[in-house]
């Protein structure tokens, strides 16, 4: 073939090529050695064009749409050469959002899109675009037009934007970063990895969620960078007063999300992203794991434990060696020679079983699995065509391509014997993917992203992600009716519709334990609040001083689980010595105390977007000094929790947010706006109240469900003013939530010197098995004389501890309950 002798033969196509190069370079003598494309930054506008609620802006080269997505999201794509993407998200979830209405101005300057909320400014002379508020304040701006690169060893662009710190501007976000809550003055990595013993700082580590949060002037705002490819973001350490964020490739795509709460913001990108669907109710309960619990005798052994020295627990966990040769679906039957029987056992003495599952499939010409997927070609394959094989635990594996909705169904498929022998949760790790050696796929490897096609580079940060899309949707199919339990170490914006997730490998250190506290934060304002941190750390050991105070956290931890490494001494509640074991007890009882609380702050998470964990920043954002007291959160709206963090401290300093708190333990009342020194000695830790709430509690049970629950016992914490409470009950664990099967309970209370009244509306079609509320009035600042129900006075009011709690029964529908004052009122 005469084309051996490589002469530079010159197409048609190429010297067109040549000529939009020169163009783009300004080059005036085109020359036959083709330099790649270097950075090109946005020229001025030239025109723009609308379509609906799309707005397509260029400047000759390059193209921008501005879309309204609704009143106060905006999303700005570019096209480096005009050519957009076909558009395809992961990350969105199918919610249909409002607009009222869109407005397009034009000036000398510039153009403009409005919503009724906010407004996107295109500067013409330079492109710069910015978010402004209804009063045309800037809420976040470029500091450079928006960039690219040629990538000449792939292909595609490597694209940029730079935005503008604002002055006093902090951020917030990114998922599951292991550095203080506040981002400022540091630089990340989007690209998902198996970080064993992480540190402080590390990065990157597992998840890869491209969304953070700026505050300035006490408004906040978001920014979703909905890229999948290996992204970074530069918040002000490289150059004081910029922010940037850019990628290996793929579209430059952001959303702009409005605030002015950092509350509001978080709800619209989770709308935006997906919220979890209910998880069954015996999954808040506490989980007990390790690497692993093997063979049989062993894990019936410490369900028999768990119930002698009557430590409630829902979970034991399953870990790599359960598994034959680590292949996964399979059983090692010296171990667990029959699996359902065993697990019948377990769920006879209240225990769920949950097994892990890894993406590789061992390379094992006798296993079926490896054979179905090699035979269906569900196997990822490399450019070049050949399968991708790694090393992990198994030895040699091929993976699937979770991209690729056939493989997923095959997948969730796989689950049915898991449902049939009674699994009840599926536990998904290294996902990242990870591969012994190399650390994830080579980069040519090659998926079917749904039908839009892309190389790892492409599909690595969503492949954890897919994974447990495919987990969760073959264990709904198989569960019939009922809510499936999963965990994953890796995913991308959106895996909380799928998942709930933990912090991956860390460390039995006092650091890790903060570093949990600001990461379960973190993942919280990050769309991921079904999240938790292996208690008593998964490497080294524990003092059981540090074993307590963890498991402290624990409690208010979305899930709750210990776990750890297979080379680390035991880590049950017992492992610590009799003084350990009761206070291990007390708190892990606190928690299923606590249980239809947390279940309502879920609740609140599914239908309504509100995170679980609060961070004082969101609480009152209009506090710089707030930014960095990130060891101190509230779960819901109610119970604000100050963990103690550092070895041998009894006491530890709390900011109690504006307004009155009621202290968790002795009732006494403080008042927030405030700094505390507050008492923690090991047998405690600080936990406040807010005045007027009603917290639900459960009696402590062994594990969910052990016994029907005969009365609701309702707190009420009197406050001189107006409080709303809500509570969320159905039956636990069906999807009937989605037909209206449940109640939703308001509880209003208002007191003053007179009275304290509570009113009830209650919404929804579920029977709660109770007839009965037992009420506890708690802080009352009278005596009283009556206690009136729905106008009625009732009997058998009771008031103990010097008078100073009130104790009655109501029915469970009542509308309105007062506490009529005596006239002698004050005792
Ligand atoms: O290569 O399954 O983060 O929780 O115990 C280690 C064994 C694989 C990593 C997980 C950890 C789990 C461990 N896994």
Redesign the pocket.
Known sequence: MDDLTNKKEVSPEMIEEVLVQAHINQIDVPDIVIPPISKQYLRNVKQLTTAGNRFILTDGISDVEVKVISDEIIRVRMAPQGEFLEEFSYAIDDFKFHITDIQTTETPDYYRISTNTISCHVRKADFYVSFLDVDDVVINEDSRPMHWEENAEFGGYYVYCSKKRQQGEHFFGLGDKPSDLDLLGKRFTMWGT?A?AYERNSDPLYKNIPFYIGIHKGVSYGMFFDNTFRSYFDFAAEEKDKVSFWTDGGEMQYYYIHGPHMMDVVKRYTKLTGSHPLPPLWALGFHQSR?SYYPESIVKELAHTFRAKKIPCDALHL??DYMDGYRCFTWNRKFFPNPKKMIGELSGLGFKTIV?I?PGIMVDEQYWIFQEGRDNKYFCRRGDDYFMEGPV?PGRCQFPDFTNSKVRNWWGDLFKEFVEQGVAGVWN??NEP?VFGKGTFPLDVRHHFEGYRGSHRKAHNIYGMQMVRATYEGLKKHQRNKRPFTIT?SGYSGVQRYSSTWT??NMATWDHLKLAVQMLQRLSISGISFSGS?IGG?TGEPTGELYIRWMQFGVFSPLMRV?S??NTGAREPWTFGSGYEKLAKKFISLRYKLLPYIYSAFWENHKYYFPMLRPLSMLEQEHEQNYSRDDEFTLGDKLLIAPVIEKGVVSREVYLPKGMWYHFWDLSVWNGGTYYEVPAPLDTIPIFVKAGSVIPEYPVMQYVGEHEIHEMLLNVYYAPYHVNSFMFEDNGDTFGYEQNIYLEKKFETSGNEEMLQIHQVIEGMYTPRYEYYRIKIYGLPFKFSKVLLNGKQLSGVKQVRKGNILVFRAIKNFKKIEIIAAENKYQ
């Open positions: 198996d064993y690497w870990d790599i892990i890894d635990w790790d290294m990870v170490r991956g490998d292996d998964f776990h490494a297979g």
